[in-house]
């Protein structure tokens, strides 16, 4: 597609599941960052992949949130044993990889909305 | 801590008039500065960005400027329209490879 799309939109689960959100980030972007948005703040840094290379992990706010990107294209955001705090919009986003067009945008799927009961 | 402060918090003007919204940052090292616009239930949509050695950028009507002594920047929207209505982040990044540390942005709402 020509965008980043992530599924599902919307993910209601109960406190103590497991959550996995997807990523397919725009063809050829390599870098590929995890974002989460609690309501009316901006986004917070979770994640950056570089390739399949997980390059920088500071922003997960717990052990219980695990990313991976196996073959450098798509990604899975995984949750375990959700709690209530985790409620948010996660958002992925992909860029070209700065050393070929440094200070370039980052392109924003449109989220999934993560409700836990 | 780094930080982005934005200010108004939020905005309401009528249609046609101009606005200018204003971010404050600490974020350090400094590799650039982005204003984004996010509607309601989507993504972020990149506005502009600017480097260290950048003090303005336009991109239609949507002009912004960049202060690297004092660490601000400001976006002037000039004519705005209905589909101006948005949040709009004021966003630095500190590391070449792009991490992102936004603002809480501003709720700008145009009425006609």
């Known amino acids: 597609g020509a965008g980043v799309s992530q599924s599902p939109r919307y993910k209601v689960a109960k406190r103590g599941q497991d959550v996995a959100l997807r990523c397919d980030p725009i063809?050829?972007?390599?870098?590929l960052f995890w974002y989460q948005q609690a309501l009316g703040q901006g986004p917070e840094f979770l994640t950056y992949?570089?390739?399949?290379?997980?390059?920088?992990k500071s922003g997960l706010p717990s052990d219980r949130f695990f990313a991976e990107r196996p073959e450098g294209s798509v990604s899975t955001l995984k949750i375990q044993r959700t709690q209530q705090e985790d409620s948010a919009v996660y958002l992925c986003?992909?860029?070209?990889?700065?050393?070929?067009?440094?200070?370039?945008?980052?392109?924003f799927g449109d989220g999934t909305r993560l409700s836990i009961l | 801590k780094n930080q982005v402060e934005q200010s108004p918090q939020s905005l309401i003007i009528l249609e046609g008039k101009n606005c200018t919204l204003q971010c404050n940052y600490t974020v350090s090292p400094f590799s650039n500065l982005r204003w984004y616009k996010q509607d309601t239930g989507r993504g972020p949509v990149s506005l502009t960005i600017?480097?260290?050695?950048?003090n303005t950028k336009s991109n239609g009507r949507y002009t912004a400027t960049l202060d690297a002594d004092t660490k601000q920047s400001s976006l002037h929207i000039t004519a705005s329209q209905l589909s101006d209505s948005a949040s709009y982040i004021c966003v630095v990044s500190a590391y070449s490879y792009g991490k992102l540390t936004f603002g809480q942005g501003t709720i700008l709402t145009v009425h006609p």
């Open positions: 063809s050829g972007h390599v870098s």
């Open positions: 992949f570089q390739n399949e290379a997980q390059l920088d």
């Open positions: 986003a992909s860029s070209l990889p700065s050393r070929i067009a440094p200070n370039q945008p980052q392109h």
């Open positions: 600017m480097t260290f050695s950048e």
